[in-house]
């Protein structure tokens, strides 16, 4: 079973959109997780990840300072919060569980990938 993205969506370059990423096949000791995404005609990229405890994170270059990752304590549930998004943004989005135990920006540490949720800006 793998994770389950959503809160995707068509929005205009400037205003914010949330992800929320939802692993309902652990119940225990969740893992890390991570963003990724892909445009079309474009490799994966990273994205974000957090810690099992949600107290470490990571940001690409390309949208730190705009992109907000946050782990709910109690369910596990992940969010990415997009603010300021730009047309650069474009791309499907997918969450993933971290296979370690640490943190990581490297998409061969991530298994069980979702399938992903589109996120369309338009300027």
């Known amino acids: 079973v793998r994770p389950v993205e959503s809160g995707g969506g068509s929005v205009q370059a400037g205003t914010s959109l949330t992800l929320s990423c939802e692993d309902s096949?652990?119940?225990?000791?969740?893992?890390?997780m991570g963003w990724f995404r892909q445009a079309p005609g474009k490799e994966t990229e990273f994205v974000a990840s957090?810690?099992?405890?949600?107290?470490?994170?990571l940001y690409a270059d390309s949208v730190k300072g705009r992109f907000i990752i946050s782990k709910d304590g109690a369910e596990g549930t992940v969010f990415l919060q997009m603010n300021n998004l730009k047309s650069a943004d474009t791309a499907t989005y997918h969450c993933?569980?971290?296979?370690?135990?640490?943190?990581?920006?490297?998409?061969?540490?991530?298994?069980?990938w979702g399938p992903g949720t589109q996120v369309t800006v338009s300027s």
């Open positions: 993933a569980a971290f296979l370690g135990a640490g943190i990581s920006r490297t998409r061969v540490d991530f298994g069980s």
């Open positions: 096949a652990r119940t225990y000791d969740k893992p890390g």
């Open positions: 957090i810690s099992r405890s949600g107290g470490s994170t």
